[in-house]
């Protein structure tokens, strides 16, 4: 480790520091034309596949970075266990995959604004029934997303409404009830970063580099990666 530091000390300590902050952009509120992002969109797929993706575009969640609010519910809506969005969706037939996240790319995630998606696999069986349980676009106001669909319309209103009616159930639970998840997701991210394997070299200075414009100093080995604090109200 000393070596380490002595090397870069010295390849390193001629760049200037000149004191700047790095550029903000918060101030840009409406980063997207609104009116055009909160529809319903068709798309006719080129492959053979139904998939029906959820987008909302929601305020920078740098500042979070301790609490980490969209992995927490990216975690439980990806989960496929009992009682799960994706377990509930299999057992009708629906669907054969789920995905919910944050992807860590500029463009998902800066001080601008943050993308959070939901993305379901749906299967031909589905296609098949969409009539069954057909539900109306207003069950999207209250959130006003953006939804892409490749496939049916009314099949895929039906599995937004079970997305939907799950984020409100979640919502509804007390601070307590969701801290106890909270509290499980963060042993497994601290189990998984005690225990992961070791990096390349290279890949892991370049993201304690991004680190460094992102977190304060305690936390640029483990802010990308561990849960600190629970606050339900964030």
């Known amino acids: 480790l000393d070596t380490l530091e002595k090397w870069v000390t010295e390849i390193f300590s001629e760049i200037p520091n000149n004191g700047l902050p790095k550029p903000s952009f918060g101030h840009l509120t409406q980063p997207f034309d609104t009116p055009e992002f909160h529809k319903l969109y068709r798309v006719v797929p080129i492959r053979k596949v139904h998939s029906l993706t959820i ?25 496929e266990g009992k009682g799960s969005v994706l377990s509930f969706l299999r057992k009708k037939f629906w669907a054969l995959a789920l995905y919910g996240g944050n992807g860590e790319t500029g463009f998902e995630q800066n001080s601008t604004y943050s993308i959070f998606s939901i ?59 969701r801290q106890v998840i909270w509290e499980e997701i963060q042993k497994i991210e601290a189990n998984e970063f005690h225990y992961q394997e070791q990096t390349d070299p290279v890949d892991y200075v370049e993201n304690l580099c991004e680190n460094m414009q992102l977190f304060q100093k305690e936390d640029f080995l483990t802010g990308d990666q561990l849960l600190f604090e629970y606050k339900p109200e964030v």
Request: proline letters at 8%.
């Open 55 to 79: 987008t909302w575009a929601l305020p920078p969640q740098e500042q979070y970075y301790r609490v980490k609010p969209l992995h927490y519910i990216s975690w439980l809506v990806g989960h």
């Open 119 to 177: 993305s379901v696999t749906l299967t031909d069986e589905g296609y098949k029934h969409f009539y069954e349980v057909w539900c109306p676009a207003a069950c999207f106001s209250c959130c006003f997303p953006n939804v892409w669909i490749n496939g049916s319309v009314p099949f895929c209103l039906q599995v937004a409404h079970v997305v939907f009616q799950y984020l409100k159930m979640l919502q509804k639970r007390g601070p307590d009830q």
